[in-house]
């Protein structure tokens, strides 16, 4: 599904798929929350890539987690060729190849947001562990090739960073230093996109800017690191034309 079309978006809530109609100046953002899914399970709503992503409890809530704890490099989600069939159809083998060169960075795709351009994307994340690494990254631009771009926070580092991930190698575009992220607390990440221009908000605050040599055009998701152990919930998409 489009979810750049300004004629109808998706508001997914605890699993169910609602259509709306809209109109050009208004559109209702797709919201993911896991208060439905099964602790233990792999979230309905995503689909895992690299890393161990599955539904964990804290307290009375339910989040999605990626598990880093016993991570290796080169681990790819199970079943992971006929995930990538079920997001790139005959293109599959490209994207497969370019995944494993990734495998360092543990992500997960959005199912039912096949391209967005323009709009925000934001999610709260809670760092619980992590020695190496505690990364929470919104994953945009995801191409048929691999090829993609997030924007992350690391309580570990208080930065904020723009990556690219291009021809199997990645390298940072745009670093932001100072930027208080306490491990343990809820926070929000949020990116801004419109055209080429990039923003990237923690906590409500304007922190990063950037413009891209191209307009963004991919699916989007969730993106960590090594042995991050994150908490991640309210997922939300608002797409503008």
């Not at 987690?65 to 599959?92: F, H, P």
């Not at 990440?189 to 080429?196: D, E, H, Q």
Request: with cysteine.
């Amino acid at each position: 599904m489009n979810v750049n079309n300004n004629a109808k978006t998706v508001s997914l809530l605890g699993g169910a798929l609602t259509l709306c109609l809209l109109c050009a100046a208004t559109a209702e953002p797709l919201k993911i929350d896991f208060s439905n899914e099964t602790v233990g399970s792999e979230p309905t709503s995503f689909v895992n890539v690299v890393g161990v992503w599955r539904i964990e409890a804290e307290g009375d809530n339910r989040v999605l987690a990626v598990d880093g704890r016993k991570w290796k490099e080169g681990q790819a989600s199970a079943g992971l060729a006929e995930r990538a069939k079920a997001l790139y159809g005959e293109r599959y083998a490209e994207f497969l190849d370019r995944v494993q060169a990734f495998a360092y960075f543990p992500y997960t795709v959005a199912k039912d947001v096949s391209d967005f351009r323009n709009g925000e994307i934001s999610v709260r994340f809670k760092g619980i562990s992590g020695r190496i690494d505690q990364g929470a990254g919104i994953l945009f631009n995801l191409r048929p090739n691999g090829d993609y771009l997030t924007v992350r926070a690391n309580p570990l580092e208080n930065n904020l960073v723009l990556w690219k991930f291009e021809k199997g190698k990645r390298s940072s575009v745009k670093w932001v230093r100072n930027t208080p992220t306490a491990t343990k607390q809820w926070h929000e990440l949020k990116v801004r996109v419109s055209g080429t221009k990039v923003e990237g908000y923690l906590d409500g605050k304007l922190y990063l800017e950037d413009t891209l040599a191209q307009p963004v055009s991919g699916r989007i998701g969730l993106w960590s690191k090594a042995d991050s152990h994150m908490y991640f919930n309210d997922y939300t998409v608002a797409a503008v034309d």
